[in-house]
């Protein structure tokens, strides 16, 4: 059988609690149907069952985005480019390579780079050699190269790439200078002519202003309602030739 590369979960910390506080939500409507205080009885089923649900329902809309979702959202991400294969690409925050392998394969003699922090609690299995091991089984270990690098402060030269890509990165970045500050190295590191795209729930207006403020000319478009959770958001911002 032919082993498939996997793309992780999105938070799994946060799926992992909202499934627990679901969980003894029922519990406690299955142990405690009702109680008394007194000469006053309560029956906190209909209460409970509504705050289980408003735990479990986002959860399970997170697992299909991850195991789903993200792949339209990544081709939806890439469809805004205008590929001719011979590109220079950056992705900020690359994980296990979601955005950096679907890039890669839509390039010639073009090559593409992931950076990332890999911190355990963005993704499930976050790791640079989950991200090569999706390289290798990609088969375009030859178009990419994985660097540690933070957003914040990358090594790269002024104007080292045609297109910049993050998806769900910028805002674990929580001061909000600091995600000023990646956004500059966005905007730093791009060639003129040059094309930005970013995607996240929040913090979405913050990121247009700064590229704003950089020089770019910048596009957002609607949120994306079916198949992605919490609902995300796309902008592209070019660079002026």
């Known amino acids: 059988m032919a082993v498939k590369p996997e793309y992780g979960v999105d938070a799994p910390n946060v799926i992992r609690n909202l499934l627990i506080g679901g969980a003894v939500c029922i519990l406690l409507v299955l142990a ?66 979601l955005l950096l392998i679907g890039a890669a394969k839509r390039l010639t003699a073009g090559h593409a780079t992931g950076i990332d922090i890999w911190n355990a ?21 030859e178009r990419t190269t994985v660097k540690s690098e933070n957003a914040r402060k990358m090594s790269f030269e002024d104007g080292s790439f ?49 590229l704003g403020k950089a020089g770019l000319a910048v596009q957002t478009y609607p949120l994306d309602w079916t198949g992605t959770f919490p609902p995300l958001r796309i902008l592209a911002a070019r660079k002026p030739a």
């Open 32 to 97: 405690v149907p009702k109680f008394s205080v007194g000469n006053v009885v309560f029956e906190p089923f209909p209460g409970l069952l509504y705050t289980a649900a408003s735990l479990i329902v986002p959860a399970v809309l997170m697992i299909v985005y991850a195991k789903v979702g993200k792949f339209r959202h990544r081709d939806r991400m890439l469809e805004k480019v205008a590929w001719t294969g011979e590109e220079s690409v950056l992705d900020v925050g690359t994980g296990r390579g």
């Open 121 to 141: 609690e963005d993704l499930s299995g976050n790791s640079p050699d989950a991200v090569l091991r999706n390289v290798g089984l990609e088969g375009v270990g």
């Open 162 to 210: 045609d297109v910049v890509l993050s998806n769900l990165c910028l805002h674990n970045i929580y001061e909000t200078a600091g995600r000023a500050e990646a956004c500059r190295e966005i905007a730093r590191v791009l060639k003129p002519g040059g094309a930005a795209v970013i995607s996240d729930f929040r913090h979405m207006r913050q990121y247009a202003d700064e």
